[in-house]
């Protein structure tokens, strides 16, 4: 095992009666210890679990939030669920696509931010609601989207 | 129900079954019946896609609607609900042809056709496709639906065999749970997710297991293909024939399928009592050799030191004079041909050439029938309910693939197995390992005495191969054995007496009357000598003539240097095969024969069961079936073959063996003790020589022990010399801890493993000293 840290590791499995409980707490270990799910620590929680990577794999292509590769500096996530939606979400993503060329989904080049959509973050007061690298805020604007994905403002506004 | 009287013969089914009806007739079903089981018994027609009844019920793909009324859902008055997860209740009113569910599956068909290319046109399913089937039979003419499809891949490269169409997936996931449930593999999985969800292999890599193409059969659709079958061919342009694979000793029943007289695939033919439905990959796609451009298509006849092509009369002239000339013939091989072709060779062995020189035991094995040497044999499906399989030094997904599956089932529920040998011989499933030296094989199973004799049904399962002990512990036993073979037809060569022995029928050399009665011919009495003898006599000048009948000593006797020397000395050497192996390019006369899809007769696989092989495909101008030039080549030497088998002897006589066809035994040259092991797509025979195979092959590969590799600085997927008696191989090493400590195997019949004695030494090799083939193989496991 070389992509896990194995004490931790074993310390998760143990918490479970069935290896196989222990999968996504051993992806989230991946992803906090690499920044993202390495190929790696997906053939670690296999071998750890006595798993095939096949069904790892399988589990860890299913959620959403996991990353495949190395992370952006910002991470900007736009709700786009009913009213988060109606408060024009979709504009503000599309406004910072026209700004710098960068699909909702995506990542820019630099490695600078990611902008992506995701679905009901339980903040509909504050439509449109984000989350800016794993905190949570809103309303969101054109201004307060680009000024974040610069890295110029974090937190609440 | 009304009450039965007391002592009245009471009418009512027995409560394990329930009453029910399905479109209006009253029928009855053993409880638990699934609606779409019983639905189908009675002859309704049903649509389905991910039901089928070897996997077990999911419900994903919603196609197979019905409608249902009554208990446990009275109360809610008709309702439609999926036929593969609702079992029958007593009183359930099942109706398949209702408004209802008619609509219901017309809507789930024009659901399932939402994002699917309708590229039937270009599809190799077309014609044969469950969904252009059920959608023509219960779907809607047109679709509402306007919007864009979701683009998705075409012709993804899952490995060797397998293409992908991702677009005309439809989700039913029988592959996926094929591999999960029947394969305990999971080589196939869902990724991602919502109208994302593709099929792919774990990281991207190819297609590791052995069983892939049973997928291109479950698939209802055209997603899952056969790369060797894309675009070759349309269900009604193909001839059909029923056959039996000779991969191997288990006989899978197969379907050829023909197009102008060429084979464009195999397909399963489901025989419970042998394969219960699937094929390896081997087997499925190991055709290519019958229409390869190397085939031998002319008699060859050796002139001023080359070999030319000569007339069949040229020939047969040539190879009768050289083999009766002084010092005598002897004959190695048999093992691959029909149970007819080797009574023939019996024949002509013992009334032509005058001998019992004879021996199909080219390689490891030594015996090929339990009764052979006094045990018992078992059936096959005694698989199923045994309580105990012991596996005597025997890898079965290596030698009797599809075996392996029913023995994975088998121990996936209350089947204990004791895997005894030098190597993990039984990886997926619950086993126990019973470790032991190679020649210590027979004081293992001596000592699973007390656990065989405790067991209601155990069964054994051992490849023949070993001394005359390993055979007696065998027998001690007391089980059931089953003895896949080292060849397709091994058990039909000892039984046609092609041993030294013995006698077709299993009759002794002094038991030789009924033999004699049938041929009408006088046989020698005196032994002859086994393969190992034979070859010491060739190697010491004293036999004039060398018959090999689809053998290559070289590749597959456990000692190639004595065979490398008795093909070097032998006055005159005939070799009948399908290619040039190296034996042929030693011969002086080589004979081209058809190959196992193209003759007709019967085959006996492990277990006994005799099959009938039929001609698929011609095989090319020029060759002849063995059968033919046996007739020919006695004829040359004026017999005239019956070919009558004489009947079986009520006692078959237990046959004392030379012993062991082994290398040297004993300490000294190196490190390590050579196991050489069959691997599926390492050796001879027609797999060396099979296109559809060729990226697959692994002639030198080595395994050993993380310990033995990290002692002699080897790593994964790297490279390393082999070095034992005087002789060098360069491998690709592959590092596993199946392998016991202190071991190094490499395959069996590749070419050199067998002249490196029973020690060898490993050393690191630079990459670019292996060849093209085995360094592809290392990067594959290196990923």
Redesign the interface.
């Known amino acids: 095992m070389t992509a896990l840290p194995a004490e931790e590791a074993r310390a998760i499995v143990a918490r479970y009666p069935s290896p196989r409980s222990a999968i996504l707490p051993l992806l989230w270990l991946g992803q906090r210890t690499a920044g993202h799910v390495t190929p790696e620590a997906v053939q670690d929680v296999a071998e750890l679990l006595d798993l095939r990577v096949s069904e790892v794999e399988s589990v860890l292509s299913f959620y959403t939030m996991f990353r495949r590769r190395p992370p952006a500096r910002c991470r900007l996530e736009v709700c786009r669920s009913l009213a988060c939606a109606m408060k024009g979400a979709e504009e503000i993503v599309e406004h910072v696509r026209e700004a710098t060329g960068v699909e909702p989904g995506g990542q820019s080049e630099d490695g600078q931010f990611s902008i992506a959509y995701v679905e009901c973050v339980a903040a509909c007061d504050h439509a449109p609601a984000y989350i800016f690298n794993e905190r949570m805020g809103g309303p969101l604007t054109r201004e307060a989207a680009l000024a974040l994905i610069r890295g110029e403002g974090v937190g609440r506004p | 129900m009304s009450s039965t009287p007391p002592g009245a013969a009471a009418p009512a089914p027995p409560p394990s079954t329930v009453a029910c009806t399905i479109n209006g007739r009253p029928h009855t079903f053993p409880r638990g019946t699934l609606i779409v089981d019983a639905v189908r018994q009675v002859g309704h027609p049903i649509p389905y896609y991910c039901y089928h009844p070897k996997l077990a019920p999911v419900g994903a793909c919603r196609v197979c609607m019905v409608q249902v009324e009554g208990p446990p859902v009275a109360a809610r008055g008709p309702i439609v609900t999926t036929g593969c997860t609702t079992p029958v209740f007593e009183g359930l009113k099942i109706e398949t042809m209702s408004e209802p569910a008619k609509l219901a599956r017309r809507q789930v068909l024009q659901f399932l056709l939402i994002n699917h290319p309708l590229d039937c046109p270009v599809c190799d399913k077309g014609g044969e496709c469950d969904l252009q089937d059920f959608t023509l039979g219960y779907g809607p003419g047109v679709s509402e639906f306007a919007e864009p499809k979701v683009l998705r891949r075409k012709a993804a490269d899952l490995g060797p065999f397998l293409v992908l169409d991702q677009e005309r997936c439809i989700m039913c996931q029988r592959c996926v749970r094929y591999e999960s449930e029947v394969l305990g593999?999971?080589?196939?999985?869902?990724?991602?997710?919502g109208d994302r969800t593709v099929i792919?292999?774990?990281?991207g890599e190819p297609y590791a297991g052995y069983f892939s193409g049973n997928n291109t059969e479950l698939c209802p659709v055209g997603a899952l293909t056969s790369r060797t079958y894309r675009f070759k061919a349309r269900p009604w342009d193909v001839r059909p024939v029923a056959s039996v694979c000779q991969g191997c000793s288990l006989g899978c029943n197969v379907t050829a399928q023909t197009r102008a007289g060429r084979i464009v695939r195999l397909m399963l033919r489901d025989n419970p009592a042998v394969d219960g439905g699937w094929l390896c990959d081997r087997g499925r796609y190991g055709f290519g050799h019958s229409a390869s451009p190397d085939r031998l298509t002319a008699p060859l006849v050796r002139r001023d030191g080359r070999l030319v092509p000569a007339s069949w009369d040229e020939a047969m002239a040539a190879a009768a004079g050289g083999l009766r000339r002084a010092g005598g013939a002897a004959v190695l091989g048999g093992a691959r041909l029909t149970d007819e072709e080797a009574v023939l060779l019996a024949e002509l062995t013992r009334v032509a050439l005058r001998t019992n020189d004879v021996d199909w035991r080219v390689g490891r094995q030594r015996f090929a029938a339990p009764e052979a040497v006094g045990a018992r044999g078992a059936a096959i499906a005694d698989l199923d309910g045994a309580d105990l399989v012991v596996l005597a030094d025997t890898c079965l997904v290596e030698e009797a693939p599809v075996l392996e599956i029913r023995l994975r089932r088998a121990a996936s529920r209350r089947t204990a197995v004791l895997d005894v040998g030098p190597v993990r011989n039984f990886r997926i499933g619950r086993s126990t390992r019973v470790p032991c030296p190679p020649d210590g094989l027979a004081a293992a199973l001596a000592s699973l005495g007390p656990k065989v004799a405790a067991a209601a049904r155990p069964v054994v399962i051992w490849n023949g191969r070993g001394s005359e002990d390993v055979a007696e512990a065998v027998r001690a036993l007391g089980a059931p054995v089953l003895v896949p073979g080292e060849w397709s037809n091994a058990r039909g060569a000892e039984k046609a007496g092609l041993v030294p022995d013995a006698l077709p029928g299993y009759h002794a050399l002094d038991d030789a009357a009924p033999v004699e009665a049938a041929w009408g011919a006088s046989v020698p009495r005196h032994p002859g000598r086994d393969a190992r003898a034979i070859l010491e006599a060739a190697a010491a000048g004293s036999i004039g003539g060398l018959y090999l009948v689809g053998a290559n000593p070289l590749r597959t006797f456990p000692d190639g240097g004595l065979a490398a020397a008795a093909l070097d000395k032998v006055p005159f050497l005939v070799v009948q095969d399908l290619f040039m192996t190296e034996a042929a390019a030693a011969a002086d006369v080589v004979l081209p024969a058809t190959g196992p899809l193209e003759k007709a007769g019967h085959v006996t696989n492990l277990a006994g069961n005799r099959q009938t092989l039929a001609a698929v495909a011609a095989g090319p101008g020029g060759a002849r079936s063995d059968g033919d030039i046996f007739h020919a080549l006695a004829a040359a030497c004026g017999v005239a073959l019956t070919g009558r088998a004489p009947e079986v002897a009520t006692e078959p006589v237990r046959r004392v063996l030379t012993p062991g066809g082994g290398p040297p035994a004993g300490p000294g040259g190196g490190a390590l003790r050579l196991l050489l092991r069959t691997r599926l797509y390492a050796g001879g025979g027609t797999t060396a020589f099979d296109p559809n195979l060729a990226p697959l092959r692994e002639d030198a590969v080595l395994r050993l022990h993380p310990r033995d590799a990290a002692a002699a600085g080897l790593e994964d997927g790297g490279a390393a010399y082999v070095k034992g008696g005087g002789s060098t191989l360069t491998a690709a090493v592959r590092v596993d801890p199946d392998v016991d400590a202190g071991h190094a195997e490499l395959p069996a019949h590749g070419f050199g493993p067998t002249r490196l004695g029973a020690w060898v030494d490993v050393q690191p090799a630079p990459a670019e000293a292996l060849p093209g083939r085995a360094a592809a193989i290392a990067a594959v496991s290196a990923r």
Do not use: A, P, Y
Request: hydrophobic share 25%.
């Open positions: 593999e999971q080589n196939l999985v869902l990724k991602e997710r792919d292999t774990g990281q």
